[in-house]
């Protein structure tokens, strides 16, 4: 199984583990908390099929990545995709998050810019800023967000059952969109994770990600669903949309957070018309 080293704990190293198939335009995909790449179960099959070299990889704390105790912040975690884009040795690349994959992918941009990427892909986003402040009144409290840390550290596999029921809607998509044996599959993974990684990377949610937007100068694609529990649509994609003039905002009326899973056409669709029309590169801004 292929992995890249980002960097070491004591005596260990720290690896993350990818998945790299296919040939073409390369796609990477990052995906959510608090999954795996085993996410892109419905999408890799399709970029696969239209043509696209398809690497997605395991956050570091998640899946067969390795766990260690530090480094669940967006800086971190925007190097360890750099690393993996060198160790590739990428170019041309369309990025593609999933909720907390889509603060990568802006961090990635605000910081290293876009000189190996063409396109950005975010599903279910978490960027601009999801924190209340003076600043920022349409954000959350930060109660709320202590309230799951607390919860995570009482109880860390009830945690993961209540987050994935809102993950899904699952009251509403159980036995359509969900089977039980997909949401259990989901929860294994979910609970596998790093107990250290998936507590604090609730912290990390409440990045302020303004200045990474100013900072994106490729197209970019915005998909969320309106029922999203997870990651409030008010909250998010219209606002980043707004910030965004070279955007495209698709929304799924009635869909959840975990669109890549239960509106998995109407996703792969999206990003199908986005990626397959090729335009002029746009003009890079100084």
């Known amino acids: 199984m292929p992995y890249v080293t980002v960097g070491t704990e004591n005596s260990a190293p720290i690896d993350l583990y990818y998945e790299d198939h296919g040939s073409g335009q390369p796609v990477v995909l990052i995906h959510g908390f608090p999954l795996s790449s085993a996410a ?118 009830a945690y993961q059952t209540s987050f994935l029921n809102d993950f899904f809607n699952y009251d509403q998509t159980r036995g359509k969109q969900v089977s039980e044996e997909a949401y259990r599959a989901n929860w294994n993974v979910a609970v596998s994770a790093s107990p250290i990684g998936t507590y604090e990377c609730v912290s990390s949610w409440l990045t302020d990600f303004r200045a990474d937007v100013a900072r994106i100068d490729v197209p970019t694609l915005i998909i969320h669903g309106d029922a999203d529990r997870v990651l409030p649509y008010p909250l998010t994609a219209p606002r980043l949309n707004a910030m965004l003039p070279d955007s495209e905002l698709v929304t799924l009326p009635g869909a959840p957070h975990a669109i890549p899973w239960t509106h998995a056409d109407e996703v792969n669709n999206a990003i199908m018309q986005f990626i397959g029309a090729r335009t002029p590169a746009m003009s890079r801004k100084k």
Do not use: C
């Open 40 to 157: 892109w179960e419905k999408q890799v099959p399709a970029l696969l099929m239209a043509g696209y070299r398809t690497i997605a990889y395991d956050r570091r704390g998640f899946g067969q990545s390795a766990q260690p105790t530090s480094g669940y912040d967006y800086d971190t975690f925007a190097s360890d995709l750099n690393m993996l884009i060198n160790e590739l040795d990428l170019s041309d690349v369309v990025l593609i998050g999933h909720s907390m994959g889509t603060g990568e992918v802006t961090r990635y941009l605000g910081t290293y810019g876009s000189d190996r990427i063409s396109r950005a892909v975010l599903v279910s986003t978490i960027p601009p800023y999801l924190l209340k402040t003076s600043d920022n009144p349409e954000g959350v409290d930060k109660a709320l967000f202590d309230g799951f840390q607390q919860a995570i550290v009482a109880d860390r596999y």
